[in-house]
């Protein structure tokens, strides 16, 4: 069965986990996959996106990664840790 929640995400482009639990909380189960980008994550940390997946969401976690090819590898697997 076709489910048109799986083909949207929903952005996350606010800069408290506040605000970001208000957007989730006002569209319910209508969503089921938010973006975390720079600002939220920069502002709020890890447990933003824990918090997110621990609700049952799934998370693209957009962080744009560019510099020394070890660091960001390491980042990078920092990130898959999370569960996204």
Known sequence: ??????????????????????IVAALGESALTYKVGMQLYTAEGPRVV???IASG????????????PNTVAAAVHQAAELGV
């Open 57 to 68: 969401r799934r998370v693209f976690l957009d962080l744009k990664y560019h510099g020394i």
């Open 1 to 22: 069965m076709y489910d048109p929640r799986q083909h949207l995400i929903v952005a996350l482009d606010v800069s408290t986990a506040a605000a970001a639990q208000k």
């Open 50 to 52: 824990r918090d997110l």
